[in-house]
């Protein structure tokens, strides 16, 4: 059974700060992985997917991706309100599904 | 581009009813997945479908439960004799190729059995 972790939260962080979503997995073959934002009441939104270990930058969000310790992160810098949300795990494997964690609920206080 | 597109976007159905749930994917995409989030859960995979191959069920919760799509083209989500338990968010995303790549969401529709 493919796992995927997350902490439920609530992740508090004030306005300005910089806020870390963590996310395990438990199949070492995981080739993909993914970040999804969803607001109360919306659909899942892609807001990053990195394949590589390493990181990868878009804006104010780096994904982290460290596959010997299966482990993927995602970091939002200079935290706004509008960025609270529930944050999405998801992670692809070797075939065409994506196993979803549960979910972070990320509130950031102005 | 338009995105993913769902309707309705809201449906309440008596217990027993059938419900057909409609999902327009993003154009050029192959893949199309069905997912179902119950409130406060995380998304529950229900069925996938890619080109002309045949679609992958393994999620489907019961024989209530079929979907259909033609070629890469719209998909139908049918629930048959609804039930309470089937209230959730059906969601539907689209990739552009086959694999564990990027899926883009549609909004959903919100099905209530009352």
């Known amino acids: 059974q493919k796992e995927v972790e997350q902490n439920s939260g609530p992740l508090s962080v004030p306005e300005g700060a910089i806020a870390s979503l963590n996310c395990t997995y438990s199949?070492?073959?995981?080739?993909?992985f993914f970040w999804y934002r969803q607001y109360s009441g919306k659909s899942p939104e892609l807001i990053m997917f990195?394949?590589?270990?390493g990181d990868k930058e878009d804006g104010r969000f780096t994904a982290q991706l460290n596959k010997a310790s299966q482990y993927v992160s995602l970091l939002i810098r200079d935290s706004q309100p509008s960025d609270s949300a529930t944050y999405l795990c998801?992670?692809?494997?070797?075939?065409?599904?994506?196993?979803f964690g549960k979910g972070t609920l990320l509130t950031v206080n102005p | 581009g338009a995105g993913v597109s769902q309707s309705p976007s809201n449906k309440v159905t008596e217990k027993g009813k059938d419900v057909e749930l409609r999902c327009d994917p993003i154009?050029?995409?192959?893949?199309l997945y069905w997912y179902r989030q119950r409130l406060g859960q995380g998304l529950e995979f229900l069925i996938y479908?890619?080109?002309?191959?045949?679609?992958?069920k393994s999620g489907l919760p019961s024989d209530r439960f079929s979907a259909e799509r033609t070629g890469e083209s719209v998909s139908t989500l049918t629930i048959q004799r609804t039930q309470q338990e089937d209230s959730a968010v059906y969601l539907c995303?689209?990739?552009?190729?086959?694999?564990?790549?990027?899926?883009?969401f549609g909004p959903g529709t919100r099905l209530t059995v009352t």
């Open positions: 479908f890619q080109g002309n191959s045949a679609p992958d």
């Open positions: 995303a689209s990739s552009q190729r086959e694999g564990p790549y990027e899926q883009y």
């Open positions: 990195i394949y590589s270990n």
């Open positions: 154009s050029g995409h192959t893949a």
């Open positions: 199949d070492r073959g995981s080739q993909s």
């Open positions: 998801a992670v692809g494997g070797s075939n065409y599904k994506l196993t």
